[in-house]
């Protein structure tokens, strides 16, 4: 399994940006997909999901500003944040929502995560 993450920047908050996630080495279509952060310091929390068949779910603290989506054929779901805020600003990871993928050790596998970065 791969999963590679893009689109974090420097933005300005009120601002927006759209996160892309391409993973590789599974049959995406049939599994759920996430976005996670991690703001310096603190755990890795799930922000959005979207199931297999397109439902969405979101933390509260993102609802109405992100949107989770994912496209099949490309091996891809992303992540569009509008109206950015300051607390927004951590490293952003894709994965399974609440388990993530893992080699045939057992080892979770996460990409490297992008970083977004929202200043006043």
């Known amino acids: 399994v791969q999963l590679v993450e893009s689109g974090g920047r420097l933005v300005q908050a009120g601002g927006s940006l759209r996160l892309s996630c391409v993973v590789s080495?599974?049959?995406?279509?049939?599994?759920?997909m996430g976005w996670y952060r991690q703001a310096p310091g603190k755990e890795r929390d799930l922000v959005a999901s979207i199931s297999s068949s397109g439902t969405t779910n979101y933390v509260d603290s993102v609802k109405g500003r992100f949107t989770i989506s994912r496209d099949n054929a490309k091996n891809a779901v992303f992540l569009q944040m509008n109206d950015l805020k300051i607390e927004d600003t951590a490293v952003y990871y894709c994965n399974r929502p609440w388990v993530a993928f893992r080699t045939v050790g057992g080892t979770p596998v996460w990409g490297e995560g992008t970083l977004v970065t929202v200043s006043s």
């Open positions: 080495g599974v049959m995406f279509s049939t599994n759920d």
